[in-house]
Structure formats: structure tokens, C-alpha cells
């Protein structure tokens, strides 16, 4: 497909540069900016470049922030005895969604995956154990995916925080809410009858 | 979903305004671009105003175009007789995949819609006649979508085009390529019985 016009072409390059996004799809996104106003498609342009020029990370939990030390770790109302671990910032902002958080957060900014070539020295971890050592963190709460990879590394740093005075413990795994039994996996309802929990901690909420 | 950084929420706005893409597929996009060197960004998002800054509709076939006729309007060497109507560029990129037509294109930049409130008075008609009228062109092909307003538009265009000494064609339907008997729709497989053509012009191509 060749549009005859270098610069839709290259418009078209740079947009199927986004993940999952195909040559097809961004031509149909490029015509969609082109049948906006000028103005607006500086407005959007300008959102990017500023985000990549000012965004950096947060000094104490490595999260994405627009300051040097992020609107999460700033704020006084929060838990400092619980902290919790997890793989970035999404995963911040789907636990924020719940509502049922109200520690810090340590961001890793990614897992442990030897195929992907990744290595704990490339993750938050160093930086993780220095904070939770002599402060008033009690509890280290492991949010890491329930992949192998989310496993491994949460194994990693159970056997890093273990040396410290501090409790460890891991998210909940077991059948979703509103799942049925038929259709969950062997493996997670296999663990969600060994992990099972007194009847009266499961009517909290 | 709340990332708490003022710089990704606004990014993710803007976003997620692309046809398709909802806040969750915005902030992977938005969240990939960081991934990148500033230079990056910085080119991606020039290539978007670069593009709504300098494109222009071609002088001759309404097409966008970097200059003020394109380069298919402007190459001597396509067939003057020949002129293809189409709805937008996408048609265009289309039809120029195939390698079989090796006429002109006039871009309608739209389809008569009452729905949508498409008048043909929005669409380039006006000057699809003017251009037809008293030029080499011998056949108008109407290639439209096989919608019910590609149909009406095409009806139209007829309507239009017959007073002037042109023959009007339409791309033919029917069963696609490769299609099955059996997994065709009906009304398609119906036309494709009544429009059925002689063996021999199939052999072409």
C-alpha cells in the first residue's frame, strides 16, 4: 500500500511504530489527525514531547513523576509500615483503582525474565532492600504478576527481604471474583484450595 | 484508572482520541513512546504536524497531496481516457495495490449519506462533471463500496454522468476471490448469477 505522498508515508512510519499497531490502523489514524484542525494536531504532537522532555522517576519509589519525588510518596496520608511491590507504573494505577491500598509503593520497573535478558541488577531491587533496612516498612506486600517470571522474582526478593525485620507476603491467587468454578484453570483452583482462607477474612471488604 | 502524573493523563487525553483506541491502549502507546530517546518522540510527533501543516488536496482529483497536483494527476504516463471515482486516498492506495489500473483517479472525499448528513453538495461532484465534461476521458468506473450508500451515491453519479457523451461502469461484485460457494452471503451470490460474465473474459489477468 503506497499513498503517493511522502508525507502521509512517513506520518504512517513513525505511527505503526506503536505496539500492535499495523500500517493499515496508523493510516487510519494519521487521516483521522488530518481531518482535525492544525491546531489540534500540535496540541497532540506538543502532549507527547513534553511528557518524553519533563517526565522522570520518582527518587524514592522509581514510579513515573512529573517532580522529583512522585504525588504517592509526597503525600503524609499514607501507611509507611506497608509497602508494596510492583512491576510499573500500570500496575500502580490498577491497584490505586481498587482502593483497598492505602501504604507506599516500590516500583521495580520490570521482572526477572532471563529470556527477555533482564537481571535483577537491572531492576529497583538494590535500592527496594536499602529502604525497607532500618525503616518503619512492617510489611512487604509481593504484586507481581502470577507468571513464572512474576514467581521467580517474587522468590528473589522474599529470599533479599528475609534477612530484614520485615513480614512478606503476596497478593492473593485463587478463582476472580464473580468466576466460576467450571471454568477456572486446574492450577488455580488446585491453589485456591490449598491456599484457602478462613471463611470470616473472605466477608471483609 | 488514575497514573497520578498530570504529564501521562494529558498524553493519554490526547491519545486516546484515535478512532479505536480506548484509555488502557492510549497509556500502552503513551507508555511505549517513553520507552524511547527524546529524539525519537520528538521526530514521531513532527512527522504529525509536519503532515497537517503541509498537506493539500490535489488541484485535479481531490486527493491529498504533498503538492498542488499529485503525483498521479501530474505522471504522463496514465491512460487520460480512463477515470476512476473513489471515496477517499484508502480507495486509492487500493486500487493502485492491485497493478491493474493504469487510469486516473477523482477522489469524491465522501458518500452520500443522509444519516450522516452527507449532501452531494459536499462531495466533489460538481467537479467530477466539469472534469468529465468535453475531456478524452471515454469511461467513468465507479468504484464505491458495495454499501447501501455506495449504491445510492453511485446511482447518483449515473444520474449526473449520462447526459455527457461517457460510458459509466461499475467494479464488478460477486463471489470474492478464493471465496466459497457455500460461505457467500445470499444477495451477493445472486447478483453474481445475474452478472455473470463469459468464461472467457474470467481467463483475464
Given at each position: 500500500m503506497n499513498s503517493s505522498s511522502r508525507l502521509i508515508e512517513e506520518a504512517v512510519d513513525q505511527v505503526s511504530s506503536l505496539p500492535g499497531v499495523g500500517r493499515k490502523t496508523a493510516l487510519r489514524f494519521v487521516l483521522d489527525l488530518l481531518r482535525r484542525k492544525p491546531e489540534e494536531v500540535m496540541r497532540f504532537a506538543e502532549s507527547l514531547i513534553t511528557l518524553r522532555d519533563n517526565i522522570r522517576y520518582c527518587k524514592t519509589c522509581h514510579n513515573l513523576s512529573d517532580e522529583e519525588e512522585c504525588s504517592i510518596c509526597k503525600t503524609p496520608r499514607r501507611d509507611n509500615g506497608l509497602l508494596c511491590v510492583v512491576q510499573d507504573i500500570r500496575d500502580v494505577m490498577a491497584i490505586e483503582g481498587t482502593g483497598q491500598f492505602s501504604g507506599r509503593y516500590h516500583v521495580l520497573g520490570g521482572i526477572i525474565s532471563p529470556m527477555d535478558g533482564i537481571s535483577p541488577s537491572q531492576l529497583n531491587i538494590d535500592s527496594l532492600v536499602e529502604r525497607v533496612a532500618g525503616s518503619e516498612v512492617k510489611e512487604v506486600i509481593l504484586?507481581?504478576?502470577?507468571t513464572m517470571e512474576g514467581e521467580t522474582t517474587s522468590f528473589y526478593l522474599f529470599k533479599k527481604l528475609s534477612p530484614l525485620n520485615v513480614a512478606v507476603s503476596t497478593i492473593a491467587r485463587g478463582?476472580?471474583?464473580?468466576?466460576?468454578l467450571e471454568y477456572t484453570d486446574e492450577v488455580t483452583l488446585g491453589r485456591s484450595i490449598l491456599l484457602r482462607t478462613p471463611y470470616e477474612s473472605s466477608l471483609k471488604r
Open positions: 504484586a507481581l504478576s502470577a478463582v476472580a471474583v464473580g468466576g466460576e
